[in-house]
Antibody, heavy 119, light 107 residues
């Protein structure tokens, strides 16, 4: 059974870098079928796609965040990661990792992790 | 980026009611649209993919239709567990974009 689990600090200071890792179990992140992505949701607000990565390292990012975002993959650990730099309070959100086929619906989500940006 | 306009933003209905939620894309997206249900404190759950295909395990009272720019999610007979927030998502191209959400409340 596929499981995705986000991990990382729950509190980040303004101007610093938010770093999260998603550990995939029950499936290989090196599958030729799937992409692995990050989505976020500020408290009480809607969903925003951040970006996705293929096991080869090929990435697609939301242009609204592209200058600050890096998504990477570690196939040996079956993990992928998110780095968002120069964070502000507006980056406070629940961050979800997820899986989707190329240009198809997101079909599995992690439980999500709340990251608060505050000094 | 493709804009997804979802309506209504909130909706009050009773158990047993038939409800419809709509999503309009700012350009044609074929049938590359999914519908999600989200309950408080939980991750979204995929209900419908490719505009009208029911995800495995999802009750048949949920259905989707549309192509091009206009899409609908219909719940044929509301059950107590259906009260939640619903989102559409276009996966026609990157960046993926979500509708603003519809909060379905008990009347």
């Amino acid at each position: 059974q596929l499981q995705l689990q986000e991990s990382g600090p729950g509190l980040v200071k303004p101007s610093e870098t938010l770093s999260l890792t998603c550990t995939v179990s029950g499936a290989s992140i090196s599958s030729a079928t799937y992409y692995w992505g990050w989505i976020r949701q500020p408290p009480g607000k809607g969903l925003e796609w951040i970006g996705s990565i293929y096991y080869t390292g090929s990435t697609n990012y939301n242009p609204s965040l592209k200058s600050r975002v890096t998504i990477s993959v570690d196939t040996s650990k079956n993990q992928f990661s998110l780095k968002l730099n120069s964070v502000t309070a507006a980056d406070t959100a629940v961050y979800y990792c997820a899986r989707h086929p190329r240009l198809a619906s997101i079909d599995h989500w992690g439980l999500g992790t709340l990251v608060t940006v505050s000094s | 980026a493709i804009q997804m306009t979802q309506s209504p933003s909130s909706l009050s209905a009773s158990v047993g009611d038939r409800v419809t939620i709509t999503c309009r894309a700012s350009q044609g997206i074929r049938n590359d649209l999914g519908w999600y249900q989200q309950k408080p404190g939980k991750a979204p759950k995929l209900l419908i993919y490719a505009a009208s295909s029911l995800q495995s395990g999802v009750p048949s009272r949920f259905s989707g239709s549309g192509s091009g720019t206009d899409f609908t999610l219909t719940i044929s007979s509301l059950q107590p567990e259906d009260f939640a927030t619903y989102y559409c998502l276009q996966d026609y191209n990157y960046p993926y974009t979500f509708g603003q959400g519809t909060n379905l409340e008990i009347k």
